[in-house]
């Protein structure tokens, strides 16, 4: 432990004392060490060193504040430094001390309210930086001096007193600080009042508000707060430290008189009259008023009004938030032909309840006389929609719908069917009786969950018109049979009668319950080695009842549906028995041969199918051979069918409508053509070859344009046979562009006519005589049927 004598050195503030003073009179030394015997030794206890207060703001500086001393024996020198907050931690440069004699001083005055209180640490050093003692701490307190004006924590407080409080009632409380120390005198406070005003101005002379000096509570001193008569008041605020006696500040309270409902609304006037139009709502009919001296604005103003006798709820009345007027107006459309006139009677009150401070009076009411105004109305409807429910199958003719609209001046109606998309009713414009024009039917695109739509208009004399809708609810009537999908299929031989079969159903287009579930049966009557099972409400199985042999079955099938009454049709049901493959589908040709126990070997099979190709091959031969018999016999440039008997290879061409091509063609065939006398010659396809016609000069034709290009056309087809649409294409439009070719109104090109063909080409045969040596005058003679075709040949 460190041993040091202390001379502790307070200055009070109230002597001022100086620096020579420290000299005049040395501090008192505290040993924490005594003398034993001939030798210093050490106490067991540190002492306890007493802080050190130093008064703020004092102006003698430096001050010395304390002087430290080791009171050990030392050879050599002893130097004295000082650490801490206020010397070589911030806040800096407060305090030093004299490293020779251990007097610790003030630089600069200090302020309690920035810092209270400074912890230092002193050391006695050798020479050398040595440390002789272990440090010793050092406590400043700096004491308060009343140096700071107490404040008001706003610059204006706010409050609020009803309007007639009784004297004590709180109305608001103030508060302020003030910065020195709250443990001293100098920051006990006191409130005071020390000026009002009231708003207006002189309205209330007397003072009306006192303030509780410790708790700046201010309340009513006084009775006679109206709001009417006073709005506000404006308080002047003291504030003063040592307990009113140092240092004061000013403030400013703004307290408002506010408004309680003392006032009940009164109506100005008592009676009203207003007139309705008749089938109005939601419209205003008229306004009453209402006075309140309560403050505007406010739930004490603001007027809440009742109907007292308006048990059907035709009218309403709501309140003008601006002006607190009672707006009347109509809910429901009134009829004047029900009634006329309305005497009503209103009821006004607050939104807020009245005070007790309030006279004690009745609610104040008005009567309004309400006077209903005819006018011309157009048709009403009795229903809307009007409702009509009716079977489908509705005989046309049929009544649907009758007095469904009125007139409320009774005048005559005109009715007329605005919307009716399928066109199944019709309406009497006098009476407007509905009736079906035809039966409907469920399956109409306009026909939506059972239910078709129209629209009927009805007019008054005065032109008035009106719309309503016709709802029409279609019953689902039976009117289509079933019918049995599918009506072929396949079952295996090999599987047991009851294993094997075939499942069938029905589609029936009428809607449930008319249609599933069904009813399948076989007929008793006809001897059928069937039967069928029913599975469940829309399928069924057919399956024999014995073991058959592979074929062709036709089982009788009756199938029948829900309808009441119910509908059924009969259909045959095409059932092949076959050999199946392990998935149940039946077997080829082949596999079901070679399946069959009894069928013929593989190898018999084969040596039948080998046999069957080698008469094929001689057959081609033999079909080559002879057509190259028959080119050889042709004579050259007299074409193919020219040959040594005409007259027979004539009989044997026939042409079956074929219109395009085969005229202009000098290097294909050149028939004779004549007409048909059963046919009309100016109609195209009338024309077929026959014996006899004189042959020459292939004739010009002379509705045909003549010596113009023709376009190419394609000659041979591609190889790939995925191009022949591209082929016929191509030659489409070069025949359509080809002015050379009659008829004008077709494009049929065929003169390619495949490879590989036994045949000769058709392009080959060659006419007998040129178009020149042909005479066609005598087609003149053969009357005016013939005249047409007598032009068209004529060679000039």
Not at 252 to 276: C, G, K, W
Request: net charge negative; with cysteine.
């Amino acid at each position: 432990m460190a041993s040091w004598m202390l001379v502790l050195c307070v200055l009070a503030a109230s002597l001022c004392q100086v620096w020579s003073s420290l000299e005049e009179h040395p501090p008192r030394v505290l040993s924490p060490w005594r003398k034993q015997g001939k030798g210093l030794s050490r106490v067991k206890r540190d002492w306890i060193i007493p802080q050190i207060r130093v008064l703020e703001n004092s102006k003698q500086v430096p001050e010395a504040l304390v002087q430290i001393k080791s009171d050990k024996i030392f050879t050599g020198e002893v130097i004295y430094k000082l650490e801490g907050p206020g010397v070589d931690q911030e806040p800096k440069n407060l305090f030093e001390i004299d490293d020779k004699s251990g007097v610790i001083r003030s630089k600069q005055p200090l302020d309690r309210e920035k810092h209270r209180s400074f912890t230092l640490k002193a050391f006695a050093l050798s020479p050398s930086g040595e440390r002789l003692e272990n440090p010793t701490t050092i406590e400043i307190v700096v004491l308060d001096q009343n140096d700071n004006r107490p404040v008001f924590t706003q610059s204006q407080f706010v409050g609020t007193v009803s309007e007639f409080s009784i004297p004590g009632t709180s109305v608001m409380s103030v508060s302020a600080t003030d910065a020195d120390d709250p443990t001293t005198e100098n920051a006990i406070l006191s409130y005071s009042i020390i000026g009002q005003e009231s708003v207006p101005p002189n309205a209330v002379t007397k003072v009306m508000f006192g303030i509780n000096n410790e708790t700046g509570t201010i309340y009513t001193r006084d009775v006679g707060l109206d709001r009417e008569v006073v709005k506000s008041f404006r308080l002047r605020l003291q504030i003063a430290d040592m307990s009113g006696q140092g240092l004061t500040s000013e403030g400013v309270a703004i307290i408002h008189v506010s408004d309680i409902n003392n006032h009940a609304p009164q109506f100005r006037p008592a009676a009203y009259s207003f007139t309705a139009l008749e089938n109005r709502k939601s419209f205003e009919v008229g306004r009453v008023n209402v006075t309140d001296r309560d403050d505007p604005g406010t739930g004490n103003w603001e007027a809440k009004y009742s109907i007292t006798n308006d048990p059907d709820g035709n009218f309403d009345i709501s309140t003008d938030p601006v002006t607190n007027q009672g707006v009347l107006t109509v809910l429901t459309p009134l009829d004047f032909e029900a009634r006329d006139e309305y005497n009503l009677k209103l009821r006004v009150e607050n939104v807020n309840a009245l005070s007790s401070k309030a006279p004690n009076l009745p609610l104040s009411t008005a009567t309004v006389q309400v006077k209903v105004v005819n006018e011309n109305e157009a048709p009403h409807f009795r229903e809307d929609p009007v409702l009509i429910v009716v079977p489908e199958s509705v005989p046309p003719g049929t009544l649907l719908k009758s007095n469904y609209a009125f007139d409320p001046e009774n005048s005559k109606l005109r009715y007329e069917i605005s919307r009716d998309p399928e066109r199944w009713l019709d309406i009497n414009r006098d009476s407007g009786d509905i009736t079906a024009k035809k039966s409907f039917n469920m399956r109409s695109p306009h026909v939506r969950n059972n239910i078709y739509r129209a629209v009927v208009k009805v007019t008054d004399v005065g032109g008035l018109s009106s719309t309503g809708a016709v709802t029409i609810t279609l019953k689902e009537t039976n009117d289509f049979p079933p019918q049995v999908v599918p009506v072929s299929g396949s079952v295996c031989k090999e599987g047991t009668p009851e294993a094997s079969g075939l499942v069938v159903t029905a589609v029936d287009q009428d809607y449930p319950p008319h249609a599933a579930p069904f009813i399948f049966e076989i007929p008793d009557d006809l001897p059928v080695n069937w039967t069928v099972s029913q599975l469940n409400a829309t399928h069924a199985v057919l399956h024999p009842l014995v073991l058959l042999e592979a074929g062709e079955y036709a089982v009788p099938l009756l199938v029948s549906d829900s309808g009441r009454p119910a509908l059924s049709s009969f259909a045959h049901v095409n059932i092949t028995v076959c050999l199946c493959d392990s998935s149940g589908d039946c077997k080829s040709a082949a596999g079901a041969v070679l399946g069959s126990s009894v069928g013929i070997s593989f190898i018999a099979l084969i040596i039948i199918m080998a046999s069957i190709a080698l008469l094929l091959l001689l057959l081609l031969l033999a079909v080559a051979a002879t057509a190259c018999g028959r080119r050889h016999h042709i004579r050259k440039g007299t074409g193919l069918l020219i040959g040594e008997s005409e007259d027979d290879v004539r009989d044997n061409v026939f042409n079956y409508d074929e219109q395009g091509g085969g005229e202009e063609d000098e290097n294909g065939f050149n028939i004779d053509l004549l007409w048909n006398p059963h046919d009309d010659p100016s109609t195209p396809g009338s024309y077929y070859p026959m014996p006899g016609f004189p042959r020459g000069k292939q004739p010009l034709r002379r509705d045909a344009p003549h010596n113009l290009p023709s376009p190419i056309y394609p000659r041979r087809p591609p190889a790939d046979p995925t191009d022949i649409e591209d082929y016929i294409s191509d030659g489409l439009e070069a025949a359509d562009g080809d002015p050379n070719v009659p008829p004008y109104d077709t494009a049929l090109i065929y003169d390619y006519e495949g490879e590989g063909s036994l045949s000769g080409s058709l392009s080959s045969i060659a006419s007998g005589s040129s178009d020149g040596d042909q005479d066609y005058d005598y087609l003149n003679d053969w009357g005016p049927r013939f005249q047409k075709l007598a032009n068209m040949y004529d060679p000039r």
